[in-house]
Structures are given as structure tokens and as C-alpha cells.
């Protein structure tokens, strides 16, 4: 407890930030966003919840296939998949890196590994079949929940949207978050069209990469904090003792 002249508690030289509403929130938002990651993967397997559009979808994209919506799926899907993602982190990471920005470039790059890690795991665990191979435009047959390009695109550009968020207008800022969420949903929507995951396994890495992705920003809101309390000059009453 601090004493009531303002003093440093003893033992301290500054005061230390209490932690606010906003890490609550944060951490709790983890939590929710991981708990519908994992009730959405469990519906997937039991046919419920999303499931129930799986077959419906995909039949319906089958329907709707034309050469040139193939050509721009396929290109945009490409685009969008998790190596190209993984090269866009690591790239900004560099660029972070190279300007002083390295707790950014440390965000961005284990951001990424970590989501890589964690949709492979989860992956092998469920094994869970792709559609199958007629319905398929481009050929896929390693697991299929969750999707990949979902959970990579969600925390990839939404760290992008995290990097670029201080400084920026309300304008730039529903603009960057516009952007990204029509972004990530557009490249979802391509492993569903292409018939190389089921709706389910878009959702369920949509939520997925979103539970990562706050879970990051989390640790990079405690790591500024705490920086910033340790570069802070120390107290007065510190300084005079």
C-alpha cells in the first residue's frame, strides 16, 4: 500500500501502474474466444451448429463454379494461404526489427509461429477428413480442421491492424478494421468455394486465430506496461531519500 504523502511503497522506487479494466476484459475475451473455438470444433465433428451448412455450402459452391470465379478464387486463396502469411509476418518483423521497433518484431513473428503451431496441432488431433476429392477445384488431403488459411489470415492481419492502431483516426481506423475483416472472410470463403474445407473448419479457424491473436496482444499490452514502468524516472520522494 502506498502512504498516504504519495510516497513509493517501500522497497520501490516508483509506483506501479494498477492493472486495469481493460486487461480484464482482454484476458476474458481470451478465454470466450477460445471456449467458442473449441464448442465450434466439437459441433463440427458432431454435425451440429455450423455443421449444418457444411453440405448445403458446398453444394451450393459447387453450383455456382465458373472459370473466371475459379481463376479469382484460386488466386485469391493463394494469396491468402498460410506460407504467404507466414512470409508477411516475418517480413513486417524485419522491417519492425530494423527501425527499433523489436518488441513489435517479436510480437509479429511469434504471433505467427504460434498460430502455425497451433492450428497444426490441432489438426493432427482431430484428423478430420477434407470434402471429398470430386468437389475439390484444387487438390488438398491433409486435415481438414481447422482451416489453416483462416486462422493464419485472422492472426496475421489482424497483428497488422495491432501494429498500425496508435496514432490513427477513427476514420483510419474502422478503415483498417473494414479491410481486414473483409479480407480475412473473403479468403475463408475460398476454401469453402474450392470445396477444400467445410464451413465449419473456416469457422472454427476464424475463432481459433481470434483467441490467439487477443491472447498475443495480451501478452504485448503486459510487456508494455511492464517496460514502461521499468523506464519510468524514479519518484520523488524516492529521489530525495
Same mark, same amino acid.
Given at each position: 500500500? *502506498?502512504?498516504?504523502?504519495?510516497?513509493?511503497?517501500?522497497?520501490?522506487?516508483?509506483?506501479?501502474?494498477?492493472?486495469?479494466?481493460?486487461?480484464?476484459?482482454?484476458?476474458?475475451?481470451?478465454?470466450?474466444?477460445?471456449?467458442?473455438?473449441?464448442?465450434a470444433?466439437?459441433?463440427?465433428?458432431?454435425?451440429?451448429?455450423?455443421?449444418?451448412?457444411?453440405?448445403?455450402?458446398?453444394?451450393?459452391?459447387?453450383?455456382? /463454379?465458373t472459370?473466371?470465379?475459379?481463376?479469382?478464387?484460386?488466386?485469391?486463396?493463394?494469396?491468402?494461404?498460410?506460407?504467404?502469411?507466414?512470409?508477411?509476418?516475418?517480413?513486417?518483423?524485419?522491417?519492425?526489427?530494423?527501425?527499433?521497433?523489436?518488441?513489435?518484431?517479436?510480437?509479429?513473428?511469434?504471433?505467427?509461429?504460434?498460430?502455425?503451431?497451433?492450428?497444426?496441432?490441432?489438426?493432427?488431433?482431430?484428423? &478430420? =477428413?477434407? =470434402?471429398?476429392?470430386?468437389?475439390?477445384?484444387?487438390?488438398?488431403?491433409?486435415?481438414?480442421?481447422?482451416?489453416?488459411?483462416?486462422?493464419?489470415?485472422?492472426?496475421?492481419?489482424?497483428?497488422?491492424?495491432?501494429?498500425?492502431? *496508435?496514432?490513427?483516426?477513427?476514420l483510419?481506423?474502422?478503415?483498417?478494421?473494414?479491410?481486414?475483416?473483409?479480407?480475412?472472410?473473403?479468403?475463408?470463403?475460398?476454401?469453402?468455394?474450392?470445396?477444400?474445407?467445410?464451413?465449419?473448419?473456416?469457422?472454427?479457424?476464424?475463432?481459433?486465430?481470434?483467441?490467439?491473436l487477443? *491472447?498475443c496482444?495480451?501478452? &504485448?499490452?503486459?510487456?508494455? /506496461? /511492464?517496460?514502461?514502468?521499468?523506464?519510468? =524516472? =524514479?519518484?520523488?520522494?524516492?529521489?530525495?531519500?
Open positions: 500500500m *502506498a502512504d498516504h504523502d504519495g510516497a513509493a511503497p517501500a522497497g520501490l522506487d516508483r509506483h506501479l501502474p494498477e492493472p486495469g479494466p481493460r486487461h480484464v476484459r482482454t484476458a476474458l475475451t481470451t478465454v470466450l474466444l477460445l471456449l467458442a473455438a473449441g464448442a470444433m466439437c459441433a463440427a465433428l458432431d454435425g451440429f451448429g455450423p455443421a449444418r451448412f457444411d453440405a448445403r455450402l458446398l453444394g451450393e459452391a459447387v453450383e455456382t /463454379r472459370g473466371g470465379l475459379n481463376t479469382a478464387a484460386v488466386t485469391l486463396t493463394t494469396v491468402g494461404n498460410t506460407f504467404a502469411m507466414a512470409v508477411l509476418a516475418t517480413l513486417t518483423g524485419i522491417w519492425c526489427w530494423t527501425r527499433g521497433r523489436r518488441s513489435d518484431a517479436v510480437f509479429v513473428v511469434t504471433a505467427m509461429a504460434g498460430a502455425v503451431l497451433l492450428f497444426r496441432g490441432v489438426k493432427v488431433l482431430v484428423d &478430420r =477428413p477434407r =470434402p471429398p476429392a470430386v468437389t475439390q477445384v484444387v487438390r488438398e488431403t491433409n486435415e481438414s480442421l481447422p482451416s489453416g488459411h483462416a486462422t493464419m489470415s485472422t492472426v496475421v492481419i489482424g497483428s497488422l491492424v495491432v501494429l498500425a492502431w *496508435a496514432g490513427r483516426s477513427a483510419a481506423r474502422t478503415a483498417m478494421v473494414t479491410a481486414a475483416v473483409l479480407w480475412i472472410g473473403a479468403v475463408g470463403a475460398t476454401r469453402v468455394y474450392l470445396g477444400v474445407h467445410w464451413f465449419s473448419d473456416v469457422v472454427s479457424g476464424w475463432l481459433l486465430g481470434a483467441a490467439w487477443v *491472447a496482444v495480451a501478452v &504485448r499490452r503486459w510487456w508494455r /506496461r /511492464r517496460t514502461a514502468v521499468d523506464a519510468a =524516472p =524514479p519518484a520523488a520522494g524516492a529521489a530525495s531519500a
